[in-house]
């Protein structure tokens, strides 16, 4: 079982950055992919946006995000980070956090493990 928490959301102006956090219990937690996703206002579905391995040497990154976004994750802390840099308000969203014992990364898997969510607001 792997508890997951998100923070770092926030409200910020397009061309801002933010990094969330995401902060897991368990002694697994380091044998887990991790990835980021969000789900935007008025929208059903998830987004996956970026993804890393349990050792971190692979990272996934979708198309909106890619060279805005950075995941890094440190296992000694439990603990997986989303950098945000050049935010546009269309990044505007929950973003969670999964985990989980999955073959790969990006969209397509399913996650067992989630967070609650942190809010992300970009202003124009």
């Known amino acids: 079982q792997v508890r997951l928490v998100e923070s770092g959301g926030g409200l910020v102006q397009a061309g801002g950055s933010l990094r969330l956090s995401c902060v897991a219990s368990?002694?697994?937690?380091?044998?887990?992919?991790v990835g980021w996703f969000r789900q935007a206002p008025g929208k059903e579905e998830r987004e996956s946006v970026a993804?890393?391995?349990?050792?971190?040497?692979?990272?996934y990154y979708s198309d909106s995000v890619k060279g805005r976004f950075t995941i890094s994750r440190d296992n000694a802390k439990n603990t997986v980070y989303l950098q945000m840099n050049s935010l546009r308000p269309e990044d505007t969203a929950v973003y969670y956090c999964?985990?989980?014992?999955?073959?790969?990364?990006?969209?397509?898997?399913?996650?067992?493990?989630w967070g609650q969510g942190t809010q992300v607001t970009v202003s124009s």
């Open positions: 993804g890393i391995s349990d050792s971190g040497d692979s990272t």
């Open positions: 999964a985990a989980d014992w999955v073959d790969g990364l990006g969209p397509g898997y399913e996650y067992d493990y």
């Open positions: 368990g002694r697994r937690f380091s044998t887990y992919n």
